[in-house]
Nanobody
Framework: QVQLAESGGGLVQAGGSLRLSCTVSGMTLTFAITSIGWYRQPPGKERELVGL???????DYADSVKGRFTLSRDNAKNTAYLQMNNLKPEDTAVYYC?????????WGQGTQVSVSS
């Protein structure tokens, strides 16, 4: 059974940084070929894609976070990371990671990120 768990959320002042982690269990040899993506859902708004990192490490980002957020992964630890720098109040949201491979998708439970002005 594949499970994803996010961690690293919290409260930070504008201009600060946070690093979110997405740890995947139940995926011993296939994590390396699984794409990991991040969505966020601001209060009262729809969920939006933040970025995606493929198994080979290639990544893509939403325009709103380009230059501030960085995706990475450590396949030996079955963990992907979202480094968030220069955070803005509009980055406040629940952040969800997901894993995707061959048409299957698994979701984490989400972690709250709050940025004060």
């Amino acid at each position: 059974q594949v499970q994803l768990a996010e961690s690293g959320g919290g409260l930070v002042q504008a201009g600060g940084s946070l690093r979110l982690s997405c740890t995947v269990s139940g995926m011993t040899l296939t994590f390396a070929i699984t794409s990991i993506g991040w969505y966020r859902q601001p209060p009262g708004k729809e969920r939006e894609l933040v970025g995606l990192i493929g198994g080979g490490g290639n990544s893509d980002y939403a325009d709103s976070v380009k230059g501030r957020f960085t995706l990475s992964r450590d396949n030996a630890k079955n963990t992907a990371y979202l480094q968030m720098n220069n955070l803005k109040p509009e980055d406040t949201a629940v952040y969800y990671c997901y894993g995707e491979r061959l048409g299957s998708r698994w979701w984490g439970q989400g972690t709250q990120v709050s940025v004060s002005s």
